[in-house]
């Protein structure tokens, strides 16, 4: 099953540029998952357990390396990348 995931990351330190775009970073180093990334959150399409894996692992990295990182995620059951490319161009 194809899933569509948008997560807003939430850094609660200073250096919280570094903190997104570190986390944007592992997840396109994923070769499984299609990223897109906007100004308010960054979106995640592929298969479902390949996506949550992949994501969990990314979030948790975050988690180890920032003392406090707050995540906001949307699952959908569906890939929205098709039926909305324009809009993540």
């Not at 949550?52 to 890939?79: C, E, I």
Request: hydrophobic share 40%; no cysteine.
């Amino acid at each position: 099953m194809k899933i569509s995931v948008e997560i807003s990351l939430y850094p609660l330190t200073e250096n919280f540029l570094t903190v997104v775009n570190d986390f944007i970073q592992r997840l396109r180093r994923e070769p499984d998952l299609t990223i897109r990334v906007n100004d308010l959150s960054t979106q995640v399409f592929g298969d479902y357990q390949t996506v949550l894996s992949k994501v969990n692992a990314a979030m948790q990295t975050t988690h180890n390396q920032t003392p406090k990182a707050a995540f906001v995620m949307k699952v959908l059951n569906g890939d929205l990348l098709d039926e909305h490319s324009d809009k993540y161009a």
